[in-house]
């Protein structure tokens, strides 16, 4: 390897360092509560270190949040292409969706749950977006639904987020509640998708 390789490699390590501290202090202290120079103090860097890599606190966020969708975007990708039946590929779908925010709690968290200095639409709206990119993976979905018949009277944009309410629900109040005594964790989430998909094909 290379120094000019090596430094990169350093760089990125640096970088990640940084993203990691900045996640677990949002969630323990609250966004507000966290200044650049308590993210460099826990990392053991000098203040200035951080502004090499990020220009703020919502520059941090939004790399987070980018952080976290490509895990999400990941977890679509591996469940493949295949939409001859779309309700069960729906249905994988919200569950992929599910497992993600359960397997990653706290990029889950930053990215959905937490009281946040709102990102600009610009940053979240634009096309190459991997926040898009999934939007666009269960809306392609949604969009086969529709297209064989399986939902009726159904309009794509509203069905598309009614189904991420759904999930986002599901994720975020397990997450927010670990202990409560769920009846049958994994029966509850699945029979949940099968109702909510059920009923878009009445």
């Not at 053991?44 to 606190?57: A, M, Q, R, V």
């Not at 919200?94 to 990215?111: E, H, I, M, Q, S």
């Not at 297209?147 to 986002?168: C, D, P, Y």
């Amino acid at each position: 390897m290379g120094v000019k390789e090596r430094r990169e490699r350093q760089r990125q390590a640096v970088r990640q360092e940084i993203l990691d501290a900045a996640r677990e202090l949002f969630i323990k202290d609250g966004y507000e509560n966290v200044t650049m120079r308590k993210i460099a103090e826990k990392i053991e860097y000098s203040p200035t270190t951080i502004y090499l890599h990020f220009n703020d606190k919502a520059d941090l966020v939004r790399f987070l949040c980018e952080e976290a969708f490509v895990k999400l975007v990941d977890m679509f990708e591996k469940l493949g292409e295949d939409l001859s039946d779309p309700l069960l590929a729906l249905k994988r779908c919200g569950r992929a969706y599910v497992d993600f925010g359960l397997k990653y709690p706290n990029d889950y968290k930053v990215t959905f749950m937490m009281a946040l200095k709102p990102v600009a639409p610009e940053d979240y709206l634009r096309e190459d977006s991997m926040g898009m990119r999934a939007y666009g993976y269960l809306r392609k979905i949604v969009d086969e639904c529709i297209r064989q018949g399986k939902f009726k009277n159904a309009e794509l944009e509203s069905t598309t987020q009614s189904m991420w309410i759904v999930v986002h629900g599901i994720t975020s109040l397990i997450i927010a509640h670990p202990d409560f005594p769920w009846a049958d964790r994994e029966h509850v989430i699945d029979q949940t998708i099968d109702k909510i998909i059920a009923g878009f094909a009445a």
